[in-house]
């Protein structure tokens, strides 16, 4: 196995960087940061970052199969078309609920998004702390954001078993997924809001999106929704 490189790709700071997404028809990354509002999408060729700022906060992306993203972002659904910066709501939901939000969602593999603000997970180990979003590479086994643990861990779903754990340079990890050309580069965002300004003096990388090469494994792309 290669050694495992670490590195920033982008100056950009996020209060809190989530659900990133690889896009094989443009070549970006496309990601959230859930306090600001924003989807974001960067050019690893240039190094551009563009945005686009919705009215509530936005939980997650994800890719749709006839071009642009489908969000949920306060309570509702929306499609965002980023040729025109615009996005339709689709379903708005709990409208009775104004301090509830979508927090994280997927597309499965039958086109469907889905997406939630509860989710149930396996036990992990305590040191771990919570875990946050996650991947799974073509093996089937997951690669799971460790908040406030400062890590990225790879678990055999079917026995729970850690096999590989990656340090990561500021502990407010938040998710991750495979992208780049052959899918071989993990992408982890992560956090600055939830940290003191003593704790940020401390963490220069809190906010920061990383990529990660050298894992030995890769992951493949992730499903589109159909609507």
Known sequence: MASIKIETIMKEKNRMGECPVWDEKTGHLVYV?????????????????????????????????????????GTQFG???????SVTTV????????????????????????????????????EERMPDGMCIDIEGKLWVA???????????????????????????????CFGGKDYSELYVTSASDGLSQEELSREPHAGDIFKVTGLGVKGFPQYSFTG
């Open 146 to 176: 460790c908040i406030d643990a400062g890590r990225i861990i790879r678990l055999d779903p079917e026995t729970g078993k850690r096999l590989q754990t990656v340090k990561m340079p500021t502990p407010r990890i938040t998710s991750c």
């Open 91 to 126: 379903s708005h939901l709990e409208q009775d609920k104004p301090n509830n939000r979508f927090n994280d969602g997927k597309v499965d593999p039958a086109g469907r998004f889905v997406a939630g603000n509860r989710r149930l997970l396996y036990k992990l180990e305590e």
């Open 79 to 85: 499609l965002l078309n980023w040729e025109n910066q």
């Open 33 to 73: 940061d859930i306090n600001e509002q924003k989807v974001c999408r960067w050019n690893p060729i240039t190094g551009e970052i563009q945005s686009m700022t919705l009215d509530a906060r936005v939980g997650c992306v994800a890719l749709r199969e006839c071009e642009g993203y489908v969000v949920a972002f």
